[in-house]
């Protein structure tokens, strides 16, 4: 079940599967892979991004783009207002807090919060 409004950058970039919930305002910035395993919900204001600019100003200017895929492991639950920064992924069983910034991999069965996000317990 996908909650409206849903905005995504392409569509065609993101794979889901069973029993999957993504609630209002969802965010899915798929110039990259997203791959989202089963029975995994997701709050609501939760962005997911692929893409990355350089930090090389001329390379920027130049509209230089380039992505990193991201994958959601089963049985995830990703709390209200989450941000998921390219490259990531998200083990199997884990949450993440409210208003997390996701910058590193999360191991399985772990609770992650803050910004930057960081494992404080195993589930």
């Known amino acids: 079940m ?20 993504l609630n209002v305002n969802g965010k899915l910035m798929d110039s990259g892979k997203i791959t989202i395993g089963d029975n995994v919900f997701i709050a609501p204001n939760v962005c997911i991004i692929t893409e990355e600019h350089s930090m090389n100003l001329e390379e920027r200017i ?3 783009e380039y992505t990193r895929p991201v994958t959601i492991g089963d049985g ?3 709390c209200t207002g989450a941000l998921i920064l390219p490259g990531v992924t998200i083990g199997d069983g884990s949450v993440i807090g409210a208003g997390s910034v996701v910058t590193k991999d999360i191991p399985p069965r772990s609770l992650a919060v803050g910004n930057p996000c960081k494992v404080i317990r195993r589930l």
């Open 2 to 21: 996908v909650e409206q409004p849903l905005f995504c950058t392409y569509g065609y970039n993101v794979t889901v599967g069973d029993n999957f919930f």
């Open 62 to 64: 130049a509209g230089l």
């Open 76 to 78: 995830v639950w990703i």
